[in-house]
């Protein structure tokens, strides 16, 4: 019996990585995205990849990348696919290196490595400050061979809108809604997976790309998918505002020397340095943001009284900067307008990233049997809070591991002869689900209701968490969604209306934003990246656990499920002295 | 005080087959927009300047950080991302168009998938043996990275080809994108057993004899990639080539 085809809705780097294992197997994959693939988020990732593989002789090894990370996390990750991922990133750099990344060398022609947060260690691999963009390439060059061989065919500029699940509730396929002619059509596959990325989007201004709406996940979860650890946000602490987006500014520019402050009775003040003597500017993400956010909001010290504090590279050799931060100072320098080896760049915290994600087992198939998640769509290898450069391994990591595994289900699953009524039942149900939304002529415009969104989500479910705030936006967020039924439709033709498309991504993006603004209402302690004054310690009697959120018309279920920590004992977080050993 | 705003004539065309016709629209002045926000703006309230409704501009974009190479258009005139064209930095009003060597799918969005197919035609990659841990990589020196990694950071945007006079819908000129592709991978120590296959696609129909020097790729290039090197190096590359395989015949 032949394979049958499985798809891959994602065309970052999870997504692509899945595609390579599938197609190297010899199985056929279909590859959806709403981008040509060359241009999703994974881009914008800037400054590395980890890989413990020691090469500055400083005792660097897998073990410790995996306390690192767990230590990093606040020991709400489950532990085995943690150490499974720090074991693999040397072998993972190598087979990126032999696809012919161009990462920085040093003058052996090695690969080199640099520092980035909650470690010790030049851990990180990099190709100048655009080594997201540089991996993707080679991915992207990767799958375009097994295109030209046959093995993937591509399906860009299409947009997941929902699984295809048989009488047995297992996962057959997908429909899906062409971006041009707005059809929707449904396709068979023997596994799914989810590589759809994050959230951004529900934030309305983040580091963000436009595509990263997380309505591919908030219809999975609407479908019975669970959403584990939403709560769980990163804001990147060094970030530059802008009308239309926060552009990050990498960490790397730390890694590479670069120092944090603000005036205080007229002389810089590096605080991180200060207040974290043993890992100053390197403290992990959600300890930097809450650092400025005192300086800025609770000490008065911005920079001329706004909301914004230095990141400073001026004293580092221009030539080494160009080097090894040279896409990211470019970035500063066309949106600014200045040139930060001369003077100081302002910069202020911005949302960047979900650590939680779509629940998946160590297998990374979700709950829905024949659905899995890989990258930052699902919840499994950054706790509560991730490290840089950790990201781009988890997404290649979990990509290299559920291509097999995906492969290895649906033989053991093969379609019965149901399978067709099921697919054409969903293409049905998304066909009446558009036939409605094309109908919209409320008074409420789409995009509007989208930037509200976006503003009550970042003032009140990011750094600083109050429950009287988070009811109030569980609130806001309902009468959005009430809202959202009185929409008008603008564009009325059948032709690339994105306006049409964007609609129910809100929706989905509305299901989703609750799942957040809940959990994290829930959620009575502080840990990593999620804080409460009112709470202000970690409780691992009572929470450490993961959320899992499931759908219901009434809005998520919360149900929690112990953590695996079985590898390492959980022990206080703290970044102003070394950390203890494990 | 005077209520300052920004002004905006978009080229429109509603599908492929149908007729550009412009609309203008205004939205209040603030700092720091670029051509994207405005465009925003725009759509939060899709009405043209003399008050009439529509609906809202379709573009392409993506990372708004000049990575993701989504956004290109004409910006009063000049191919470039919309994300990086700063309102305070361009004339009013803000005139934009879709580029105009690819097909229009609608408004500013365009099909670059040509661009595309021409990575196919270079072979632009490494063909390795699977991705299973086969150790390092090999050692490559750093000036070898260095102009490498200028090459690598490629967005296939399609700013190179807009401006070359050579790339249209009548010429099959592979353009300079994929001919620096072909460089970057004949440059790399794996790929460069390969060279051959690749010098070969550009030695044919489309490939570099159809540059004709006109350099404005290298002049448009967002990321400032030496693109002219780039096909200065494979012409020297084919040139020894076609020597050898007269030799060898």
Not at chain 1, 97 to 106: C, E, I, P, S
Not at chain 1, 303 to 330: C, Q, S, W, Y
Not at chain 1, 555 to 565: A, F, I, K, M
């Amino acid at each position: 019996m032949p394979d049958e085809r499985l798809i891959v809705v994602g065309g970052g780097l999870a997504g692509l990585m899945t595609t390579i294992k599938i197609a190297e197997l010899g199985v056929p994959a279909d590859l959806f995205s709403v981008v040509p693939v060359k241009r999703s988020h994974s881009v914008c990732a800037q400054g590395g990849i980890n890989a413990a593989v020691n090469w500055k002789g400083e005792g660097d090894t897998p073990q410790e990348h995996f306390d690192d990370t767990i230590y990093g996390g606040d020991f709400l990750a489950n532990q085995p696919p943690v150490q499974a991922m720090c074991e693999a990133g040397p072998g993972i750099v190598f087979l990126l290196d032999r696809m012919g990344v161009m990462f920085n060398r040093t003058q052996e022609g090695l690969l080199d490595f640099r520092r980035f947060g909650g470690t010790k260690h030049h851990r990180t691999a990099f190709a100048g400050a655009t080594t997201g963009q540089q991996l993707l390439y080679a991915l992207d060059e990767q799958v375009r061979r097994f295109e030209a061989a046959g093995l993937v065919r591509k399906f860009e500029t299409w947009e997941f809108l929902s699984i295809v699940k048989d009488g047995q509730g297992h996962c057959r396929g997908i429909t899906a809604l062409n971006q041009r002619s707005m059809e929707i059509h449904a396709f068979p596959a023997g596994a799914v997976m989810l590589a759809t990325g994050g959230p951004g989007m529900v934030f309305g201004k983040s580091t963000n790309s436009m595509v990263n709406t997380g309505t591919a996940a908030g219809a999975a979860y609407q479908q019975g998918a669970y959403y584990a650890n939403g709560e769980f946000i990163q804001v990147h602490p060094t970030a530059i505002p802008g009308e239309d987006k926060l552009r990050l500014i990498s960490e790397s520019v730390r890694g590479e020397g670069g120092r944090v402050w603000t005036y205080r009775n007229g002389k810089p003040w590096y605080f991180l340095e200060d207040m974290y003597p043993a890992y100053g500017n390197l403290v992990p993400r959600d300890i930097a943001t809450r650092a400025i956010f005192k300086v800025v909001f609770e000490m008065g010290l911005g920079v001329n009284g706004e909301p914004m504090v230095f990141l400073d590279v001026t004293h580092i050799d221009a030539k080494l900067l160009d080097r090894k931060l040279g896409g990211v100072l470019e970035i500063y320098e066309k949106f600014m307008g200045a040139d930060p080896r001369k003077v100081p760049m302002k910069i202020f915290p911005g949302m960047h990233y979900s650590m939680g994600g779509l629940w998946v087992d160590y297998d990374h198939m979700t709950n829905i049997p024949g659905l899995f998640a890989a990258g930052e769509v699902d919840y499994q290898y950054h706790g509560a809070n991730r490290l840089g450069a950790n990201s781009l391994l988890s997404c290649l990591y979990s990509g290299q591991l559920a291509g097999p595994t995906m492969v290895h289900y649906a033989r053991g699953h093969t379609a019965d002869g149901a399978t067709a009524a099921a697919l054409e039942h969903e293409r049905q149900r998304q066909e009446d689900a558009f036939a409605k939304l094309r109908k919209m002529d409320g008074k409420e415009n789409v995009y509007v209701l989208a930037k509200e969104l976006g503003e009550w989500m970042t003032a009140n479910v990011t750094v600083i968490r109050d429950n009287d705030k988070l009811r109030a936006t569980d609130n806001k967020l309902r009468e959005l969604k009430e809202r959202w039924s009185n929409v008008g439709l603008h564009d009325r033709t059948a032709w690339a209306n994105q306006e049409l498309s964007f609609i129910k991504q809100m929706w989905n993006m509305l299901e989703l934003a609750r799942v957040i603004a809940l959990g994290a209402l829930r959620r009575d302690e502080s840990r990593g990246a999620h804080y409460k004054p009112a709470f202000p310690e970690r409780n691992d009697a009572k929470w450490l656990k993961t959320t899992k959120a499931q759908w219901s018309s009434d809005g998520p279920e919360l149900s929690y499920e112990d953590v695996d920590t079985s590898l390492i004992k959980p022990r206080p977080r703290k970044y102003d002295v070394d950390k203890t050993a494990a | 005080m005077e209520t300052r705003s920004i002004r905006l004539r978009v080229k429109r065309q509603d599908s492929p087959q149908g007729t550009p016709y412009w609309h203008e629209f205004e939205v209040p002045y603030k700092p720091q927009h670029n051509v994207i926000s405005v465009l925003m703006e725009v759509r939060r309230n899709p009405m043209t300047r003399d008050g009439t409704p529509t609906t809202p501009v379709v573009w392409e974009a993506s990372c708004l950080e000049e990575v993701c190479g989504s956004c290109t258009m004409l910006v009063n005139g000049h191919v470039r991302q919309a994300c990086t064209a700063l309102v305070d930095k361009l004339e009013q009003p803000i005139v934009l168009e879709p580029m105009t060597k690819f097909p229009v799918i609608r408004d500013l969005m365009v099909d670059r998938s040509r661009m595309f197919e021409a990575l196919k035609r270079v072979r632009a990659w490494i063909p390795i043996d699977g991705t299973y841990n086969l150790g390092p990589g090999p050692r490559v020196a750093p000036e070898t990275q260095e102009f490498g990694y200028a090459l690598s950071r490629c967005m296939t945007c399609g700013c190179c080809v807009e401006a070359c006079p050579q790339y249209n819908d009548h010429s099959n000129f592979i353009g300079a994108a994929a001919i620096g592709q072909a460089v970057l991978f004949n440059l790399h120590p794996t790929g460069a057993m390969n060279k051959g296959e690749r010098l070969d696609a550009l030695m044919g129909d489309g490939g570099i004899a159809d540059c004709g020097n006109a350099q404005n790729c290298v002049q448009v290039c967002p990321k400032e990639i030496p693109l002219t090197t780039a096909i200065g190096e494979i012409g020297r590359q084919t040139t020894i080539k076609a020597l050898k395989d007269l030799l060898w015949r």
